[in-house]
């Protein structure tokens, strides 16, 4: 597996993935791919003419990928620095294609976020979920990369679906060291 930033290039893929996993309703999947088309905004012919950033705060968007030995996209991770912080970064999304779920993609997506943001002086990494029962085994996922519950709104999405924030501390990890 390979770990790269994505390209403008990748859209179709990063579409076609979010799809795949049936986890994201159509407006999700909707604001996934705003959030990439502001950052690649080459990729969007009526905005080709732009600035290479649709603005400032979309800048702040950032993508990587994973991809197996035939370059075909199995993962990506969109994070970014929380406004008006110290040392905050949200990651934002975080998607494995079906066919390789459960190898691997999910946690190496993770740990390299958290490295490429210590290595910026990073302090936290934040992630939104759900208590919806369907989102249980992303709050596994989570749980088994070490995040913890930091904060929760009861109610927040709708009655009886709270806004979880996960968090984990950001730190280095010694090279060589099972990322688990
Ligand atoms: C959640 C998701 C990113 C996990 O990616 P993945 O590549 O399958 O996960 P990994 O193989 O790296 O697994 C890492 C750990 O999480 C656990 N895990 C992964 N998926 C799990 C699931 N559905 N239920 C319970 N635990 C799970 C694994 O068992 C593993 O733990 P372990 O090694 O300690 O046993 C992936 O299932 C996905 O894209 N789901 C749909 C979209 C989504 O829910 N995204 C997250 C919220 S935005």
Do not use: K
């Amino acid at each position: 597996m390979r770990l790269s930033s994505l390209r403008p290039e990748h859209r179709g893929q990063v579409s076609e993935l979010l799809i795949a996993t049936a986890a994201f309703s159509s407006e999700e999947v909707e604001v996934a791919l705003e959030l990439f088309d502001a950052t690649y905004p080459s990729c969007r012919p009526e905005r080709s003419e732009g600035p290479a950033f649709a603005n400032d705060e979309m800048a702040d968007y950032e993508f990587l990928g994973a991809f197996d030995v035939g370059d075909q996209l199995l993962g990506y991770a969109c994070f970014g620095p929380t406004p008006s912080t110290d040392g905050t970064w949200d990651l934002y999304w975080l998607a494995v294609h079906p066919a390789a779920q459960g190898r691997g993609a999910g946690r190496a997506l993770v740990r390299e976020v958290e490295q490429i943001l210590v290595a910026r002086q990073g302090r936290l990494l934040a992630v939104e979920t759900s208590s919806r029962e369907s989102y249980a085994h992303s709050r596994e996922f989570y749980a088994r990369c070490g995040y913890t519950e930091a904060a929760r709104v009861r109610d927040f999405y709708a009655p009886a679906d709270d806004r979880i924030i996960l968090t984990t501390r950001l730190m280095a990890r010694p090279v060589g060291v099972a990322t688990r």
